[in-house]
């Protein structure tokens, strides 16, 4: 006895098919398009509560902080018709969260101005004791103080850094000794992160439901 196998659901429209829904009136066609779009986005908020990406597995996390990544991006997600109803582009409304998207998506380091730091972060308090962090990086560049016989240089601690040395003076030593201008931008690494994007059979899964839905409607 020859194996019979059943196939419960199609993968994809047919050819036929196909030329049929282009040649749909074009409100039908743009109908398709934002209803295939809008569960695609719906897909999409759905990866960012559950930090994973297109391929299932788990978004990479933030260094510092235990808040998710990217939820942000859950908003303003929206399905463009274009090309006389021919082509689905889905992104964000607001173009910096789309490039920020694109970024993530890709893995590209986001580039970072003192302006914008500040502009987030606020501007800092020049006279506020060093940080640790800044402690640390003024010894690491060779920063000495005299020893109490005077007759030598040692490497302070870290809490006698933060004792002694204000935030403005710290910075402005660490310059000095690394020997480099002051900082006006920083190129911030951002690991891949891809959330856009339902696999092809799925996609055309969904579609095939959408185009005989498509076929009910007047």
């Known amino acids: 006895m020859r194996p019979t196998i059943e196939v419960n659901q199609r993968d994809a429209l047919?050819?036929?098919?196909k030329l049929a829904m282009l040649a749909l009136p074009r409100r039908k066609r743009t109908w398709i398009?934002?209803?295939l779009g809008r569960w695609e986005r719906q897909n999409t908020r759905q990866r960012i509560r559950q930090q994973k990406g297109i391929d299932g597995q788990a978004l990479e996390q933030r260094k510092n902080g235990r808040k998710k990544v990217m939820r942000r991006m859950a908003k303003g997600l929206e399905p463009y018709v274009r090309h006389n109803a021919t082509e689905l582009d889905l992104t964000w409304k607001n173009?910096?969260?789309a490039q920020i998207a694109a970024r993530h998506y890709l893995g590209q380091a986001?580039?970072?101005t003192a302006r914008q730091m500040q502009k987030r972060f606020g501007k800092p308090d020049y006279n506020?004791?060093?940080?640790?962090?800044?402690?640390?990086?003024?010894?690491?560049?060779?920063y000495t103080v005299s020893t109490k016989s005077?007759?030598?240089r040692k490497k302070p601690t870290l809490k006698w850094i933060q004792a002694n040395l204000s935030h403005g003076q710290c910075g402005l030593l660490i310059r000095?000794?690394?020997?480099?201008?002051?900082?006006?931008?920083w190129d911030i690494p951002l690991p891949e992160r891809q959330i856009l994007g339902s696999n092809q059979t799925d996609v055309n899964r969904q579609l095939v439901k959408i185009f005989e839905q498509a076929k009910q409607r007047k």
């Open 33 to 35: 398009l934002k209803s």
């Open 176 to 185: 000095q000794l690394s020997n480099k201008p002051q900082q006006r931008a």
């Open 110 to 112: 986001q580039r970072v």
């Open 14 to 17: 047919n050819f036929n098919e």
């Open 128 to 142: 506020a004791p060093a940080s640790r962090g800044m402690a640390r990086k003024l010894r690491e560049v060779g």
């Open 95 to 97: 173009k910096l969260t």
């Open 150 to 152: 005077g007759r030598g």
